[in-house]
């Protein structure tokens, strides 16, 4: 793995980068829930990291790079703010799932197996506490089969 990573990252180095701390964490038999455990955080937020998504603060990057036995310099592009698209309400929507999508496949293929959370099969409940919106998704997972 590059430990020596430059602060500006471009699309590719970016997607290196990530390629590089998945692997490394493959490498290393850690499940999201295990890195998660070891750097204070949840599950989703490291999976949102690894995908891009999340920036990790100065502390964070350090406890990771320390949990992947990796440089922390590595990590500084992770620690600039992620470059994210459009706007209003749908796009919020979007970004829910562009951000924490990939987070929450990888944390169903741990937790469940190779498989799908249905959308035929679906519960939608969107509810007003005060001033924030619970929206809960609730999915039955589907494995998929050999045949």
């Known amino acids: 793995m590059n430990t020596q990573i430059t602060t500006t990252p471009t699309a590719t180095l970016l997607a290196d980068l990530l390629d590089d701390l998945r692997e490394r964490r493959h490498e290393l038999g850690l ?12 599950p989703i937020y490291v999976g949102a990291v690894l995908s891009g998504q999340a920036q990790l603060t100065a502390a964070t990057a350090t406890k990771l ?8 310099s ?11 698209n459009s706007d209003p309400l749908v796009y919020r929507l979007h970004e829910l799932i562009d951000v924490y999508g990939d987070a929450i496949r990888e944390w169903t293929f741990e937790t469940f197996g190779d498989g799908i959370l249905s959308a035929i099969d679906l519960k939608i409940a969107v ?4 001033e924030r ?6 999915s039955k997972f589907l494995a998929y089969r050999e045949f």
């Not at 509810?127 to 005060?130: A, S």
């Open 31 to 42: 499940s999201l829930n295990a890195l998660a455990e070891a750097i204070d955080k949840s």
């Open 133 to 138: 919106a619970v929206i809960t998704l609730d």
């Open 65 to 72: 790079a320390n949990a992947l036995s990796i440089d922390e």
């Open 127 to 130: 509810e007003r506490r005060g």
């Open 74 to 84: 590595s990590l500084a592009p992770l620690t600039l703010p992620p470059v994210r």
